[in-house]
């Protein structure tokens, strides 16, 4: 076969995270072991998928395994499986670079942590680098490959030494599956012989014990001599050797179903470990949950709630949520159907014992065992989320809050159970959660509403104009920082019966207006939105400014300032919401307008005034200018007057 063999370059941060793992920031080498076994049994549980819709595809080869043959003298490493090898595409997509849809937010976390160099392996971790991580304890990695259905003998060659650049050649492979060769680093004194088969073992045990096929090295074992081989005295007692060393093939995993298992019986070492392995997340899960249903729907799950949000939880191509078995038999990963999206960050497996092997995706959307299942592993995740305590469970929500309060506009049977789950920052309350419930709990006793506000930054909601005469009455304000909330508070009008109302829309119905004060304003009003036309449908008193001039508020249905930002940076055109300008009757500056105005309407200081007073309003929610140049040379004219 004519064998063109290519060069191409890793990408700038493909070769950047390799640059750190080379360099092992992460300490313990050993996982690389770890993580090719899990890339074989994944590759094998995919060929394994595919030979129940494509009989025949297997051929000859049906019987899965993952080989491995460390060589001492050659100083090499190597890995094989029989699953479902890779195309030249395959290999150029998945191999050659970080296709982790993640990529962008690890490489910009891992700026941040410069300087915080211990952070990294915690990153890299979170991140988890899969393949690459062999480079840990590699010079060179070649990896053969072919894919299951392809010609026979049409195979793909990748090499690299992770400095820059890889090699992909066409080349000849006898049977299916991908067969990977790490040419081992010159040993130091303290690293540990990756050709030691008691190291590999010790490994295997450790990390991939219930990987669902035989993991089987060649070892040397002692074999007993047949009688006649043994040499002995005149007793008949041997003085000889009575065994001899030969070669044979070990399996060297249990192969133990986890989920399958009396929880009793498993460790909690066990229990993590194969939350990595499902996960490819490098660090310990948060909290797992293994249960067992018996009765009309029988089924084993083991789920876990990860410690990190994963760099990819908001991106649409994030994948490995729950596996799908049935009676230990991997039928898919990522079963969306078993798991409502606003739990996305859960990880496991369901093992259903009456599920049809060959059950496609869109029958399980249908599928009443599923819906079934479904709904008894939410009610279990509600109950664990309402059990843990509350320092446990305010570090979940830091780091899958905003995920689960999808939940509360997207599925409107667990709408008032996620309502008693959702935790918000206040402006009593900066930096702890505070649950609707303690809200509810420290209303005063003249407040009805429940009042929030939303917004991207917390430092600008907890300061906004529109809170001054909450504060001042002591009403507790919720700061809702996430996009999501816009959706939440949609759906969610009242808790408790109590409503649930933004601090700046509508009226606040605080105190009653001053209404003889309110008409003797009303020309100014009147004059001020003439020259405000086109920007605001209303100048009007305001019910919840104390010490700022002006504010901007919307009615009860507009869509908030927030949303417009949203909508807007998502690239839709929401329709221009007008909305309305509110002055402070009670400010010196406004009364002043007002004597100012009633001296001499034609004074042109009056328009530069109106203006000024919403462009005050526009900055102190956090807005952007229409004309930040004119803002500008206004207020350093009033300065300069002021100043005399
Ligand atoms: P992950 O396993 O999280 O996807 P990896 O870096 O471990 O990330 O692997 C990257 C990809 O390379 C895998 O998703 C898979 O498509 C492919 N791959 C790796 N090892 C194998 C293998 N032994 N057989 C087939 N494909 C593999
Ligand atoms: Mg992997």
Same mark, same amino acid.
């Given at each position: 076969m004519e064998a063109k063999q290519e060069t191409h370059q890793f990408k700038t941060e493909v070769q950047q995270i390799l640059n750190l793992i080379i360099n092992s920031l992460y300490s313990n080498q050993d996982i690389f072991l770890r993580e090719l076994i899990s890339n074989a049994s994944d590759a094998i549980d995919k060929v394994r998928y595919k030979a129940e819709i494509e009989p025949g595809i297997l051929g000859e080869d049906s019987e899965f395994k993952i080989q491995l043959k460390p060589d001492a003298i050659k100083q090499t490493f190597e890995i094989s499986d029989n699953g479902i090898g890779m195309t030249y595409e395959e290999v150029m997509e998945n191999i050659g670079t970080i296709a982790k849809s993640g990529t962008a937010s690890f490489m910009e976390a891992l700026e941040h942590a410069k300087g915080h160099e211990t952070l990294i392996p915690e990153l890299i971790g979170q991140f988890g680098v899969g393949f690459y991580s062999a480079f840990m304890v590699a010079d060179k990695i070649t990896l053969v490959t072919r894919s299951a259905g392809?010609?026979?003998? /049409?195979a793909v060659k990748w090499v690299s030494a992770g400095d820059g650049s890889y090699t992909v050649e066409e080349t000849e492979k006898a049977n299916r599956g991908t067969t990977i060769t790490l040419a081992l *680093?010159? *040993?130091?004194?303290?690293? /540990?012989?990756?050709?030691d088969q008691w190291t590999v073992r010790g490994i295997v045990k450790q990390h991939s014990d219930f990987v669902g096929y035989p993991i089987a090295m060649e070892v040397e074992r002692d074999e007993p001599l047949p009688d006649e081989e043994v040499i002995k005295d005149k007793d008949g007692k041997p003085i000889g050797a009575t065994t001899r060393k030969v070669m044979g093939e070990e399996t060297?995993?249990?192969? *133990?179903a986890i989920w399958a298992r009396n929880s009793n019986d498993v460790k909690d070492e066990e229990y993590e470990e194969f939350y990595k392995h499902l996960s490819h997340d490098w660090n310990p899960p948060m909290e797992r949950l293994h249960l067992k249903f018996e009765g009309t729907t029988e089924y084993d799950a083991l789920l876990y709630i990860p410690s990190k949000a994963p760099f990819d939880l908001f991106t649409p191509e994030r994948r490995h949520g729950i596996h799908l078995y049935s009676k230990r038999v991997f039928i898919m990963d990522d079963c969306k159907e078993l798991m409502p999206e606003y739990f996305r960050f859960v990880k496991g497996v369901v093992d259903a014992s009456d599920l049809n092997l060959n059950v496609s995706r869109e029958i399980l959307q249908q599928d009443r065992l599923v819906l079934n299942i479904r709904k008894n592993l939410v009610k279990k995740l509600f109950d664990l989320l309402d059990k843990m305590d509350v320092e446990k469970y305010n570090q979940l929500y830091d780091e899958f809050g905003a995920v689960l309060k999808e939940g509360i506009h997207t599925d409107p049977d667990s709408k008032d159970k996620i309502a008693t789950l959702i935790r918000y920052k206040t402006t009593k309350s900066e930096d702890s959660w505070v649950s609707l419930d303690e809200y509810v709990k420290n209303m005063k006793a003249d407040q009805k509403d429940i009042f929030y506000i939303t917004g991207d930054k917390l430092s600008a909601l907890i300061n906004s104009p529109h809170l001054e005469r909450l504060k001042e009455k002591d009403f507790e304000v919720l700061l809702m920082t996430d996009p999501v909330d816009e959706w939440v508070v949609q759906s969610l009008t009242e808790y408790d019966g109590k409503p649930l109302k933004s601090?700046? /829309?509508?009226?606040?119905?605080?105190d009653a207006v001053d209404e003889t004060k309110k008409e003797a304003y009303n020309a100014l009003f009147g004059f001020i939105k003439g020259h405000l036309e086109n920007k605001i449908k209303e100048v009007k008193p305001s019910s919840r400014l104390k010490d700022s001039v002006s504010c901007l508020s919307g009615d009860t249905w507009d869509m908030s300032a927030y949303m417009e930002k949203l909508l807007k940076a998502s690239g839709q055109k929401p329709n221009e919401v007008k909305r309305v300008l509110e002055l402070n009757m009670d400010h010196p500056v406004v009364e002043k307008i007002k004597t100012l105005f009633e001296n001499?309407?034609?004074?042109?200081?009056l328009k530069d005034f109106s203006h000024l007073l919403f462009d005050m309003a526009v900055v102190s929610e956090g807005g952007k200018l229409d004309n930040p140049a004119r803002f500008s040379k206004m207020v350093g004219d009033l300065m300069s007057r002021a100043m005399g």
């Open positions: 392809v010609d026979v003998n /049409k *680093k010159k *040993k130091e004194k303290d690293d /540990k012989d990756y050709t060297l995993n249990s192969m *133990k601090a700046e /829309k509508g009226d606040l119905d605080l001499d309407r034609d004074n042109p200081e």
